[in-house]
Structure formats: structure tokens, C-alpha cells
């Protein structure tokens, strides 16, 4: 117990620290957040003109404008809380081997995947956690409203939202570690950033347009092996429920997205102590 | 003459030789640099399947035309079939790789900052012509290196171009509008990066500008699918001819006296952007002071 009070208060530390030294630079710090929301803007305007042209993405898929912003939404919060805690720490992990710093991480008392996962916070990345939540509200308030077919919520509804969402920064969390880990290996990756990139994209549609032709081996790809499509489509699909009357996530892909979030932490973990195992300092 | 044109070449195989020193992780990367591609396949062919069944949508419009993705046949967007839009993605990004001056703008700043412009103050060589010709030597190794990833993916997706090969003429028509946009790309980013002159720091200054680029140049989507004052809008900035303009010149979107019009309307662009570059370089210069060694 009281170890992992002490875990909290250090990780508590860090966010102190990171919030300081964000505030430190106040203009950046706006700038960041300015840019960051426009980037997303223009995504939503891109969405808008789409949905200028077709009613749904998908015919009877059940995606149709305003469900398809709950979808939206719920990328952009898990992204930017992905990007608030561990976008620079992968960085900063990956500068740490380079440079043998690592060094420095591997004697303090404290669990080094731990460490290496927390140690900073990009605070303004959560700008996007907010407009992700506007987008949310004003996509639910029209689906609540509708005339026919209004959708119905309630609190279990979000706890299970958010719990989902949970196991989805999870899994993209695991994949993002186990990329950063293997630089231990290679030395540098700066190409496993475009590959995290390119994984990620295809977690920002729904999972249905996959599940044709040769779409198929890669929704089996991302859903079973990598599971990345889990990560936004189980939790959008819980809040937004596109294919009412009746819940759209069965069971069995709720309780699959529960066991890939649990597996994809243990492998990730067994690949950091693995990797580790290989780290040779860089220092003289 | 004879001096120039060899100061020139130095310049030139000095930038390719910087450049094809990593060219198999160079050629990995581009390779990858299609994989989002993929994505966009699936979710506009799932678009287009949704307007040719729900009967009454916005779009569909009637007309004959094979999708190369099968499925969506008959349906449009903007004048798009399923395979246009495909074929626009991919040609798209060959515009992309002629405009798109990656460093261009942040190298200049950095050099103004750093003092490294120094240099061309006090030596016989214009800072413009040297960043060209580097510019040139760093295109013609990435084309060198680029064009088997890209042979490759244009051969498989070779289903998408349902009209095959446009007329010589209207190929004339597209290297001329890629080869423009190369000059276009680079004479704005320089202008962008000389604004460095007067602010010392223009990184942000540069993601507004790759914002408007890539919501605006019809990298993100065929500049036709915007609604009517957006598109008139668009249509009188510069942007559009970075992406948008060569890939439909050679989807024949744009034709006749509308491409004739396209292609003069872009070299008065050029002619613009090159005399403003070298009216801010020319007041920046006198406005630079350096000191140190």
C-alpha cells in the first residue's frame, strides 16, 4: 500500500514539474494549444465537407454525421491524452539511449518503465481533450434530440465509455512503449515514428470499412494481432450506438477489447524488460 | 557565362551527393509515405457505396464510367468516380513531391538567425540562385531514388486510371503544371522564409502556412467538393496550383481554355513571388546586421 502511494506522490511530482516548466513559457504554451486546436478544426471541416456529400460513411453502417462526431471525438481526446503523457516520454526514451543517459534512470529506485513512461507532460496537448469534448457534447445533443430515433443515455453508459477509453490509451500506450523500447536495438527510430503514424491512421475510421475485399487481412491485422482498431471504434460505438435499437458492441468484442488491453500491457512490458536486458550504456 | 554555369554544377552535384548518402531508408520512407493511402481507399470507397444505395443523397448523379474498386460504379462526388478519386489521391501526391520544399523556409530563417548568411554577403555568389540550384540538385536525387517506389505503387493501382493515358497534349500540359508548381513551392516558401529578416523565430509561422497548405492545396481532398464561396475563395490564392491543379489536368477536370487560362494564371504567380522574394531579400539584406566572426 504504502508503495503505491509513493508511486502516486511521484507521479504527482512530475506532473507539477511538467505544468511548471510548461507555464514557464507562456506564449509557447498558447501557441502550442492555438495550433494543436486549429490542426483539428481543419480536420472537423474536412469531415463536414464529406458529410456534405453523403448522409453516412458506409451504407447502412449507422455512421451517419453526428455519430460519426462522437467517433471524432473520441479520437482527438485519445489522442491528446496520448500526446499530453507519453508522446514525449517515447521521445525523451529513445534520446535517453542514444545519448546513455538511461544510465541515470536505471539506478534510481523506482520501476524504470515507470520512470521512462511519466517522467514529463506536455500540458498544452490537452487543448485537444477539450475540443474533443465540445465536439462530443454538441454530436450527443443532436443524437439525444432527434426527432426520431432520439439516443438514450445513461451514467452507465459513460462509465463504460470511459472505461473503454481507457483500455484504448492503453493498448496505443503498449505499442508506443514496445516502438520506443526497440531503438534499444536499432539504435535510433526515427522511422518508427512515421510507422506509429501510419499504424494510428488506421484507427481513425470505423472499423466496418475495412470488412471488404482486400480490406479483410487487415482488419484481422489491426483488430487481432495489433489491435489498434479496437482502440476508438469499441468506445465510440458504446456512446453513439450507430446501429440503435439494441446495443452495437456485442459482448464478445467487448470483452475481446478487454483482453487485448490486458495482453497488449503484458507484452509490451515483457518487450521493455527484454529490451533492457540489451541496453549497453553509450557513455564512456 | 562559362563561370556561372560552372558555379551552378558545383552546387548541383554537391546537393545530390548530400542526398544519396541514405538511400535505402529513403526509399523505405516513401514507400511508406503511401501507406495512409490505403485508409483513404477504404473509407471513400464506403462513401461512395453509401450514395449509390441511399436513394435521394446529395451527390448521385447518374452516367456510366467503371469504378476500379468495383462496388461504387455510377456514383459521383463532384464529378468524382470512385476511381477518379483514388487516381486523384496518388497524383496528388507526385504534385506534393514537385511543390513541397521541405526545410526550405525554416533552413533560410535558421541562416538568418545563425548569421550563416554571412556568406553570401561577402562572397560573389546570390543567396537565390544558390538555394535554387540546391533545390533542384535535392528534387533530382529525390526523383531518383523516389521514382521506384512511386513506379511501384502507380502499377498497382493502375485499376484506378480508368481512362488510361491522357493526350500528349494534355501530358504536355501536366509537366508543365508540375514543373510550375516546383518553381511556385519554392518561391513561396523562400518569401516565407526571408520573412525572417524582420521576425527572428518563423516556426510558427511556417505551420500556418503547412495548415493552409494541406487544407487548401487539394492535398486533403479535390478542391471541386468544397461548397460555392469557399471554392471561388480558393480558387484566387496561389495555393491550388501546389496539388490540387496538375493532378486535374491530368484527370482532364480541367480543360481547354480553362487549363490555357490555369497554366498563365500559375507562371503570374511565379513571376509574383519571385519579385517579391527578391524585393525582401534586397530590404532584409540592408536591414541584417552581422557581427563576429
Known amino acids: ?284 | 557565362m562559362y563561370e556561372t554555369a560552372r558555379c551552378w554544377w558545383t552546387i548541383l552535384r554537391i546537393g545530390l551527393e548530400e542526398r544519396l548518402v541514405y538511400r535505402g531508408d529513403f526509399a523505405l520512407g516513401t514507400l511508406m509515405r503511401f501507406l495512409p493511402i490505403v485508409t483513404q481507399v477504404f473509407l471513400w470507397w464506403a462513401i461512395f457505396d453509401t450514395i449509390q444505395q441511399v436513394p435521394g443523397a446529395r451527390s448521385v448523379s447518374g452516367g456510366g464510367g467503371g469504378g476500379g474498386a468495383g462496388g461504387a460504379g455510377g456514383a459521383t462526388i463532384a464529378g468524382y468516380t470512385l476511381s477518379n478519386m483514388i487516381a486523384y489521391y496518388l497524383l496528388s501526391m507526385v504534385s506534393r513531391a514537385f511543390s513541397s520544399m521541405p526545410g526550405l523556409a525554416s533552413g533560410g530563417a535558421l541562416q538568418i538567425r545563425n548569421g550563416e548568411i554571412k556568406k553570401f554577403l561577402v562572397q560573389p555568389v546570390d543567396l537565390m540562385s544558390f538555394m535554387l540550384a540546391n533545390r533542384v540538385a535535392h528534387k533530382l536525387a529525390y526523383y531518383s531514388v523516389a521514382i521506384l517506389p512511386f513506379a511501384l505503387v502507380f502499377f498497382f493501382c493502375r485499376g484506378y486510371f480508368v481512362d488510361g493515358w491522357p493526350a500528349p497534349s494534355v501530358l504536355a500540359a501536366y509537366a508543365a503544371s508540375l514543373l510550375m508548381g516546383f518553381l511556385l513551392g519554392f518561391f513561396l516558401e523562400l518569401s516565407i522564409g526571408l520573412i525572417g529578416f524582420w521576425f527572428l523565430e518563423v516556426s510558427s509561422l511556417l505551420f500556418l502556412y503547412m495548415l493552409l497548405t494541406f487544407f487548401l492545396s487539394g492535398h486533403m481532398f479535390p478542391l471541386d467538393m468544397l461548397p460555392q464561396p469557399w471554392r471561388y475563395l480558393v480558387d484566387l490564392l496561389p495555393l491550388k496550383y501546389l496539388a490540387y491543379f496538375p493532378a486535374a489536368v491530368f484527370l482532364e477536370k480541367v480543360t481547354g481554355p480553362d487549363l490555357v487560362r490555369g497554366l498563365w494564371i500559375e507562371a503570374a504567380w511565379i513571376a509574383f513571388f519571385v519579385v517579391f522574394a527578391r524585393i525582401m531579400y534586397d530590404r532584409g539584406v540592408r536591414r541584417y546586421s552581422g557581427f563576429g566572426g
Not at chain 1, 494549444?33 to 478544426?41: I, N
Open chain 1, 1 to 284: 500500500m504504502r508503495r503505491s502511494a509513493h508511486y502516486l506522490q511521484v507521479l504527482l511530482t512530475f506532473a507539477r514539474n511538467s505544468l511548471i516548466r510548461d507555464l514557464t513559457f507562456r506564449t509557447n504554451f498558447l501557441l502550442q494549444a492555438f495550433t494543436a486546436t486549429s490542426w483539428t478544426l481543419m480536420n472537423i471541416g474536412f469531415y463536414l465537407i464529406i458529410f456534405h456529400h453523403t448522409p453516412s460513411i458506409g451504407p447502412e453502417s449507422g455512421w451517419g454525421k453526428y455519430e460519426f462526431f462522437v467517433f471524432l471525438a473520441t479520437t482527438w481526446i485519445v489522442n491528446s491524452l496520448l500526446q499530453t503523457f507519453f508522446m514525449p516520454n517515447a521521445h525523451e526514451f529513445s534520446e535517453l539511449i542514444r545519448t546513455g543517459n538511461l544510465d541515470f534512470a536505471l539506478l534510481k529506485p523506482i520501476d524504470t518503465q515507470f520512470l521512462v513512461s511519466f517522467q514529463r507532460m506536455e500540458w498544452s496537448s490537452l487543448s485537444n481533450v477539450v475540443t474533443g469534448l465540445i465536439l462530443l457534447v454538441v454530436g450527443l445533443w443532436h443524437l439525444t434530440t432527434q426527432p426520431d430515433n432520439p439516443l438514450v443515455l445513461t451514467v452507465g453508459v459513460f462509465l463504460l465509455y470511459t472505461f473503454y477509453l481507457l483500455c484504448g490509451v492503453t493498448i496505443l500506450y503498449s505499442l508506443m512503449i514496445s516502438l520506443a523500447a526497440t531503438s534499444i536495438w536499432l539504435g535510433r527510430n526515427q522511422t518508427l515514428y512515421d510507422f506509429w503514424f501510419y499504424i494510428t491512421n488506421f484507427s481513425r475510421y470505423p472499423m466496418e470499412i475495412y470488412q471488404r475485399g482486400w480490406g479483410r487481412p487487415l482488419w484481422g491485422f489491426f483488430t487481432f494481432v495489433v489491435p489498434v482498431l479496437l482502440v476508438i471504434n469499441v468506445p465510440a460505438r458504446i456512446l453513439a450506438q450507430p446501429l440503435r435499437p439494441g446495443s452495437s458492441v456485442s459482448l464478445a468484442l467487448a470483452l475481446f477489447t478487454l483482453v487485448a488491453a490486458v495482453c497488449s500491457l503484458l507484452v509490451s512490458r515483457f518487450v521493455f524488460v527484454k529490451a533492457l536486458a540489451s541496453y549497453r550504456s553509450a557513455s564512456s
